[in-house]
């Protein structure tokens, strides 16, 4: 069964920074592309990030270039989210994603003082 | 950034009825590859989004048959025929032709 778990939510004022990750098991996580969802409270669905099989390429949507990297640990089977320099407006719950197939259930981010 | 706008927002059905989304795209979403990265998610309440349909028509395992895209170029469609209690949530186009990826916003559908 292909299971994607999310961790590393929680409160953190404006300015700070946090990691998410995301442990895959049940497929071979090495030979799938990975990605970054978001979804605001009450609004729709925004991707923030992709990833190459080998974390050799990356790509960020322009509201989060410069204050997001995307990495991955293949051996470890886990996509991470480093998210540095957070604002109000990066609130949000994240999901990982194997780009749209499987997705992870989430983790809630809340930027506040 | 392509946009995908998606209509109606918000739809109604009766069990059994049958129910079409439309989404167009700001520009063709043909890639030079000859494939067309037009996708669907369905979320319910409080869950994550689930992949219906990739590549304008195809059914992802394990989704009913009820449900069918169609398409080409910048207008899609997702049609439910046949609608069922378990369809209630909100639907997602969302291209994956042209970075970054884009979502339309969003078609809520409600049971009668």
């Known amino acids: 069964e292909v299971q994607l778990v999310e961790s590393g939510g929680v409160l953190v004022q404006p300015g700070r920074s946090m990691k998410l990750s995301c442990a895959a098991s049940?497929?071979?996580?090495?030979?799938?592309?990975m990605a970054w969802v978001r979804q605001a409270p009450t609004k729709g669905l925004e991707w923030v990030a992709t990833?190459?099989?080998?974390?050799?390429?990356?790509y960020y949507r322009d509201s989060v270039k410069g204050r997001f990297t995307i990495s991955r640990d293949n051996a470890k089977s886990t996509l991470y989210l480093q998210m540095d320099s957070l604002r109000s407006e990066d609130t949000a719950t994240y999901y990982c994603?194997?780009?749209?197939?499987?997705w992870g259930q989430g983790v809630m981010v809340t930027v506040s003082s | 950034d392509v946009v995908l706008t998606q209509t109606p927002p918000t739809l109604s059905a009766t069990i059994g009825q049958s129910v079409s989304i439309s989404c167009r795209s700001s520009?063709?979403?043909?890639?030079?590859?000859?494939?067309?990265?037009l996708n669907w998610l369905l979320q319910r309440p409080g869950q994550p989004p689930q992949l219906l349909i990739y590549?304008?028509?195809r059914l992802e395992s394990g989704v009913p048959n009820r449900f069918s895209g169609s398409g080409s170029g910048t207008d899609f469609t997702l049609k439910i025929s046949g609608v069922e209690a378990e369809d209630l949530g909100v639907y997602y186009c969302?291209?994956?032709?042209?970075?970054?990826?884009?979502f339309g916003s969003g078609t809520k559908l409600e049971i009668k």
């Open positions: 994603t194997t780009l749209l197939q499987w």
């Open positions: 049940g497929f071979t996580f090495s030979s799938f592309p």
């Open positions: 990833i190459s099989t080998s974390g050799g390429s990356t």
């Open positions: 520009q063709s979403l043909l890639h030079s590859n000859g494939n067309t990265y």
């Open positions: 590549l304008v028509s």
């Open positions: 969302v291209q994956s032709t042209h970075a970054p990826f884009t």
